[in-house]
């Protein structure tokens, strides 16, 4: 059982930024790979980023390319989202997902957290 709390979220004006955190209770936080969805009302629930088990690896939605970066530290059971220049496309809230597998991850993760919300005003 993996148990995920985001933080960060907030409102903030386009051009702006803000660091998303997630700290995840689990014994073997490296054991699971790491994501971030976004989802707006009455829309879909879709990946932002994920990275791999030692932040290795990571990928993102065109739309954030450039823009957005995970990270991860194992140390403290926390991964990140740092999300810079911010448009008021970007407001939706933001959820921390894992998952043990890298694919899965970017897909149907099995943990999430309860969601963060982020809104970006013009």
């Known amino acids: 059982q993996v148990q995920l709390v985001e933080s960060g979220g907030g409102l903030v004006q386009a051009g702006g930024s803000l660091r998303l955190s997630c700290a995840a209770a689990?014994?073997?936080?490296?054991?699971?790979?790491m994501g971030w969805f976004r989802q707006a009302p009455g829309k879909e629930r879709a990946v932002v980023a994920s990275?791999?088990?030692?932040?290795?690896?990571?990928n993102y939605a065109d739309s954030v390319k450039g823009r957005f970066t995970i990270s991860r530290d194992n140390a403290k059971n926390t991964v990140y989202l740092q999300m810079n220049s911010l448009t008021p496309e970007d407001t939706d809230v933001y959820y921390c997902?894992?998952?043990?597998?890298?694919?899965?991850?970017?897909?149907?993760?099995?943990?999430w957290g309860q969601g963060t919300q982020v809104t970006v005003y013009s």
């Open positions: 990275i791999n088990w030692n932040g290795g690896s990571s």
């Open positions: 997902a894992a998952h043990p597998s890298s694919i899965v991850v970017n897909t149907d993760p099995r943990y």
């Open positions: 689990v014994r073997t936080f490296s054991s699971y790979h």
